[in-house]
């Protein structure tokens, strides 16, 4: 069993930068791949990135991927996403998700988060 706790969630002006952290519990975080989503209003959960359960293998949407970072410390059992040069289209729940392959797919993470509330203001 994994719990998942997300924070750096805010406000933030268009063009500024967060970071996202998500935590871990459980003795057994280094064993799986990590992944965040994104939920927009009136929108469906997308995926933005995920990285392998060693972080040494990374995978994004093409479309952020010049402007998210994710990374992880299994010493700590977190993994973090860096969001820089924010847009106000990036506004949505920010969820982290833990599951047994670096995957795209909602269905492919066991474990989920209550998610971080992002707003980025125009």
């Known amino acids: 069993q994994v719990q998942l706790v997300e924070s750096g969630g805010g406000l933030v002006q268009a063009g500024g930068s967060l970071r996202l952290s998500c935590a871990a519990s459980g003795r057994t975080f280094s064993s799986y791949a990590m992944g965040w989503f994104r939920q927009a209003p009136g929108k469906e959960r997308e995926f933005v990135a995920a990285?392998?359960?060693?972080?040494?293998?990374?995978n994004y949407q093409s479309s952020l991927k010049d402007r998210f970072t994710i990374s992880r410390d299994n010493a700590r059992n977190t993994v973090y996403l860096q969001m820089n040069s924010l847009k106000p289209e990036d506004t949505a729940v920010y969820f982290c998700?833990?599951?047994?392959?670096?995957?795209?797919?909602?269905?492919?993470?066991?474990?989920w988060g209550q998610g971080t509330q992002v707003t980025v203001s125009s």
């Open positions: 990285i392998h359960w060693g972080g040494t293998r990374m």
């Open positions: 998700a833990a599951g047994p392959t670096f995957g795209v797919r909602n269905y492919e993470y066991d474990y």
